[in-house]
């Protein structure tokens, strides 16, 4: 039984971006992955964030860059008019040519892979983990000191999984002959669900209905795809797709928002959607699955280097997974509320609501006026130990703690933030309190931080 001091399972973007980094960091890497990057042509819609992501972990896409379209046409409904934005930043892509060409970064760098390859049964054995898979047809077992779990939404590593909002579940097919513009892209809201919908230079759409799946979806056969059918024709601009023939099946999905309660342990971290899932509607998956991914190898770095500091590397790595939630959550709730005629109507009014944050808070609002204002620190605000990141590893750092932070402050302008507030208790006139961080950092600075400290409710008014 071949033996391995990391293995990852997946590879999907998550999957090849950790490999990546590991790899870099030096380690001994196992990537396997059952995917052969042939599924069905499915177009995703990305942010430009993604690229630059992708070039930190030593990813070029110069030669991916014919395949990355900027739509011809947007059409948008999610107000009550149909508008066409030109500003959006959005891109798309085709989903296989795109994890493929993630994949075979990773492979040209010399990792070991097995692909197409199926993990069929994991298990821990005396800090060890032994690993069954297909590969090829015949039956294989190996071991790893390490275990990253990137396997995606359905997670071969199993634990408590947190739903985060309301069930959501996606109907997926494509479209052929439509008679539509070629690289475009569509979304529209309608009252009990919402639609997106893209094409590349390619005749093919995409269509994808996100629906409630507690209504009442009862009945035989092709419930489903009638459901689907009727949802296009009832909506303005998806109906165009009856002119043109179905390709394929349709696809359903479970695109409910959820967390893992433990996203790593000593010898185990899961990565992208192994670790949480978004809302489609922020279009921010794949993005956030890299950030994850980096982060990830970051912390398997700190654990593998000294286990003295496994610890703090794993409350980190919550923090950051709780830190991505509480912004999505926040972010697609307002891209809800904005469909403002539906308000009212039940599959929106779950969307708007917010629940708990699992950390920190959302309030925010207020701005640099007076500068002869007294203020002062709140309470709740404490000069502390926490994590952050340094060369690669997970330290231990002073930062500056408050519940209206989304993330402790650590840094400011590459200095220690203890170094520049110095002392946070007493009272201060606002000029009085820049003019001191001022003979640290520029004064330009000091304001920006003064501003952020104000919004996040950590300095308050002392009248
Ligand atoms: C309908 C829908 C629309 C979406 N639209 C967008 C969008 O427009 N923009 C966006 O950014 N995100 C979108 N997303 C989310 C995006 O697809 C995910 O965020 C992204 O795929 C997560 O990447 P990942 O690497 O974590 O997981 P995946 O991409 O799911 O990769 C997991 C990999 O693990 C492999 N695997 C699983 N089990 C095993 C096993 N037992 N053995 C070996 N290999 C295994 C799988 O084959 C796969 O290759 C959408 C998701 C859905 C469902």
């Given at each position: 039984?071949?033996?391995h001091?990391?293995c990852i399972?997946?590879t999907g ?20 992955g ?5 599924r ?15 070039d ?8 991916f ?19 066409h934005?030109d500003?959006?930043?959005?891109l ?6 795109f ?5 075979l ?19 821990e ?8 898979l ?7 077992k ?13 997670s ?9 909002a ?20 569509m ?9 997106w ?7 093919i759409f ?12 009862v ?19 998806f ?13 359903t ?8 309660e ?13 670790n ?7 279009s921010q ?9 980096i ?23 919550k ?13 697609v ?6 469909a403002?005629?539906?308000?009212d ?6 969307r708007?609501?917010i629940g ?8 925010r609002?207020?701005s ?19 994590t952050c990141?340094i060369?690669?590893q ?31 208790k007493?009272?201060y ?35």
């Amino acid at each position: 039984m071949h033996s391995h001091q990391i293995c990852i399972i997946g590879t999907g973007p998550a999957g090849s971006a950790i490999a990546l980094k590991l790899k870099q960091l030096g380690f001994d890497v196992l990537l396997i992955g059952q995917d052969e990057f042939s599924r069905n042509f499915k177009v995703e819609s990305l942010t430009p964030g993604v690229f630059t992501l992708l070039d930190t972990i030593g990813v070029k896409m110069d030669s991916f860059a014919a395949q990355i379209i900027r739509p011809d046409q947007v059409f948008q409904k999610w107000e009550d008019k149909t508008v066409h934005p030109d500003n959006l930043s959005a891109l798309l892509v085709d989903r296989s040519k795109f994890d493929k060409h993630i994949f075979l970064a990773a492979s040209n760098l010399g990792i070991k892979v097995l692909q197409p390859a199926k993990v069929v049964f994991l298990q821990e054995v005396d800090r060890t983990w032994e690993i069954r898979l297909i590969y090829k047809g015949k039956h294989e077992k190996i071991k790893a000191e390490f275990l990253v779990d990137a396997s995606g939404r359905k997670s071969v590593l199993k634990g408590t999984k947190k739903r985060a909002a309301a069930h959501t579940l996606a109907i997926c097919g494509s479209w052929k002959n439509t008679g539509l513009p070629k690289s475009s892209m569509m979304l529209e809201s309608t009252m009990d669900h919402w639609l997106w919908g893209g094409t590349l230079p390619t005749e093919i759409f995409n269509a994808t209905v996100f629906l409630d799946p507690d209504i009442d979806l009862v009945g035989g056969g092709n419930v489903l795809m009638n459901y689907y059918t009727s949802a296009l024709e009832k909506a303005k601009l998806f109906n165009f797709c009856q002119r043109g023939e179905p390709v394929g099946k349709i696809s359903t999905f479970d695109v409910t928002p959820y967390y893992y309660e433990k996203p790593a342990g000593h010898n185990f971290i899961k990565v992208g959607e192994a670790n949480f899932g978004l809302d489609p509607l922020s279009s921010q998956g794949i993005q956030s699955a890299i950030v994850n991914a980096i982060q990830g190898a970051i912390v398997v770095n700190t654990i593998l280097s000294d286990r003295r500091n496994s610890m703090d590397a794993l409350e980190f790595y919550k923090q950051r997974q709780q830190e991505i939630f509480v912004n999505h959550l926040e972010m697609v709730s307002k891209s809800y509320q904005e469909a403002r005629h539906w308000k009212d109507h039940l599959f929106w009014r779950k969307r708007t609501r917010i629940g708990p944050a699992p950390i920190g808070g959302w309030e925010r609002k207020a701005s640099l006026e007076v500068q002869s204002e007294m203020v002062q620190f709140s309470d709740q605000s404490r000069i502390a130990p926490t994590t952050c990141i340094i060369n690669d590893q997970v330290i231990r750092r002073m930062g500056l703690l408050h519940p209206g932070l989304k993330r402790p402050i650590v840094f400011w302008d590459n200095r220690e933030i203890d170094s520049i507030l110095d002392n946070i208790k007493g009272i201060y006139s606002i000029s009085d309190l820049i003019g001191k961080w001022s003979e640290k950092i520029s004064e330009t600075s000091s304001l920006k931080l003064f501003d952020r400290l104000r919004e996040a409710k950590v300095i308050i008014s002392a009248n």
